[in-house]
Every structure is written in structure tokens, then in C-alpha cells.
């Protein structure tokens, strides 16, 4: 019989953090069948043997064989679970696994697909973690139109379906609701507890500004032309190129009233935008067919079904 419940943490180096996080999980979920999923992302510690030393037959541990990241990790917990339910939750303590049961009863009794936790007065530096989180809040509710409060709170739960179907990579965990939203998932986020952490290390540093930069740009065309990607690079390369196409018309008006137009900044510019555009439009039709090929091949399809509603004769 499937647990109604599948916790998922992704950890590195927690040694000090896993038994006070499993009696924690355990407390918490103890009316409801549950199971734990440890994703051990490369730990140097003690961190395994800490786990085998506090699990029972509720824990289950899925060690790597070297660090590959904690979106990979997440990806590798999810894929294990079997619940009906499935919970991520940082190794780390500051995420409370007392919301669980709140958030359990949000998205079995409401009409959601995933909750999302907002860290309520999140216990994190000012000028390392919390501006930059507010600024990178912004822009990918600016730049996505999924527009919650918090991504970089890991707590979060998810219909079954909707987890199996997120295909973490990368860095892509901090977009987690972006990718649900691609599938049509409904989305609330409610605010849950935050603590300071009081045992290891903090794995955050300011060199991953840039990759969740890389990754926002990903995401904002995933988000928009995943489906559609010649109607970007389509548009673009039409306008750059009728931009070179008026400035090289000018120039050769030019040239037939007897002008020397040769080695001009502008004329250069405008044989530029023209190779540019073509370019565009021609890199629009390749992944355009791409495209194709990646739905067809695989049988995938373009759209998601909630539900098939089917009615009885004369109703």
C-alpha cells in the first residue's frame, strides 16, 4: 500500500541536522502513513551514517555517488516516492515539518495542485540572503507571470501527478512553480514557519545570482514560447531585418544620386541587421522543428487534462 505522504529532502553535510529532523517528521506526520526520502548529494560527513542511525522502515536513503546538485537530488527523491502526496523540505532545520499537516489539508480539501510555503520572518542575513531573494522574487514574477510571493522556500507539497511531471534539472528547483504552472497546475502559496540554522553550514553564496539569472531566462521562454518558438525568434529576426532592409534601401538611394556610400558606419550596420535577421528567422524554423520532433517523437502532447467529466444518459 502507497503512503499518502512522501517527504523528499535533498541533503549535503547534515549531520548535526538529521536526527532532530526525522523525530520532527515524525511528530508531525504520525496520524497520516508517510514516508521519508533522504537524497544524499554527495556528503563528506557523517550525514549517511547518521540517517541508518535514526531511520526505521519509514526512511528510505538514496546515497550519490558524488555531488550533483540539489535540483538533481530533489529530481531523485521524487522519482522514488511513492506517495500520493509528495513534500520537499530543506535537511537543514529551517523549515518546519509542522506545517506539513496544514499544507496536506490545504491541497487534499481545496481545489490546488501545489502549495508552496512563504517564509514568514525568515531568519536569514539582510544584504546575503534577503534582498537578493526579494530581487530575484521580483523578476521572475515580472518575467514568468506566476506571480506567489517566495520561490526559494523548498517547502512545498504537490499533488502525485503534478511532481512526477517536473522533470528537475540544473539549477531549475528555485522554478519549481513555473515549471508546475507549464503543466496548468493551480498554485497557492500560505506562510509557514522559518528558523535560523543552528547546526553546519549555509550551501548559498552569491555566485549562484548568476546561474538563477541564466536559468530566469530559460524560464521566461519556457514559460511563453515553449510551444511557439518561431513566434520570438520569428518576430525579431522579421523586424531586425526590415530595420537593415530600410537603412540599405536609404543607402542605395544614395548611391543612385551619384553619393560615395562606401565604408559608412550605417551602411555596415544595415548588411549587419540584415545577415542578423535572417539568421533569427532561420534559427526560429530549426527549433521550431525541434519542437515538433520532441512532441511527436515521444508521443508527448501539447496540452494537459485535468479530468474527463462524463454524464449519465438524460442528465
Known amino acids: 500500500m502507497n503512503p499518502e505522504i512522501s517527504v523528499v529532502v535533498a541533503i ?41 542511525k535514526n531511520g526505521g522502515s519509514d526512511v528510505k536513503v538514496i546515497e550519490f555517488m558524488k555531488n550533483f546538485g540539489q535540483s538533481t537530488a530533489m529530481q531523485a527523491g521524487i522519482d522514488a516516492a511513492q506517495g500520493n502526496y509528495i513534500v520537499t523540505i530543506d535537511g537543514d532545520l529551517q523549515n518546519d515539518p ?5 499544507m496536506y489539508d490545504l491541497i487534499k480539501n481545496g481545489s490546488w495542485d501545489l502549495v508552496a510555503g512563504e517564509r514568514k520572518n525568515r531568519k536569514d542575513g539582510l544584504f546575503i540572503r534577503k534582498i537578493p531573494s526579494r530581487i530575484a522574487n521580483r523578476l521572475i514574477r ?23 511531471n517536473l522533470n528537475l534539472y540544473g539549477e531549475l528547483h528555485r522554478f519549481i512553480p513555473v515549471l508546475a504552472a507549464l503543466q496548468g497546475a493551480r498554485i497557492h502559496q500560505v506562510e509557514v514557519k522559518h528558523h535560523a540554522r543552528l547546526h553546519g553550514n549555509s550551501k548559498y553564496n552569491l555566485n549562484r545570482t548568476f ?28 523586424i531586425i531585418f526590415m530595420i537593415g532592409v530600410l537603412i540599405n534601401g536609404y543607402f542605395l538611394i544614395l548611391k543612385l544620386m551619384g553619393n560615395d556610400i562606401w565604408g559608412k558606419p550605417m551602411l555596415l550596420l544595415g548588411i549587419l541587421l540584415l545577415l542578423a535577421g535572417i539568421q533569427l528567422i532561420t534559427i526560429g524554423i530549426v527549433v521550431e522543428l525541434q519542437m515538433r520532433t520532441y512532441y511527436e517523437s515521444q ?10 467529466h462524463t454524464f449519465e444518459p438524460g442528465n
Open 12 to 52: 549535503m553535510d547534515e549531520e548535526e541536522n538529521i536526527a532532530p529532523l526525522i523525530s520532527a517528521i515524525r511528530t508531525s506526520l504520525h496520524s497520516i502513513p508517510y514516508e521519508v526520502i533522504f537524497v544524499d548529494d554527495g556528503s563528506k560527513d557523517r550525514t549517511i551514517e547518521e540517517i541508518h
Open 98 to 102: 509542522s506545517d506539513i499537516p496544514m
Open 142 to 164: 515580472n518575467l514568468t507571470g506566476v506571480r506567489i510571493k517566495d520561490y526559494g522556500c523548498t517547502l512545498k507539497i504537490f499533488k502525485h501527478e503534478v511532481a512526477k
Open 211 to 238: 546561474k538563477v539569472i541564466s536559468d530566469l531566462m530559460l524560464m521566461a521562454f519556457f514559460r511563453k514560447y515553449l510551444q511557439k518558438p518561431m513566434h520570438l525568434f520569428g518576430t525579431l529576426g522579421a
Open 299 to 308: 508521443d508527448k502532447k501539447t496540452y494537459t487534462i485535468r479530468k474527463i
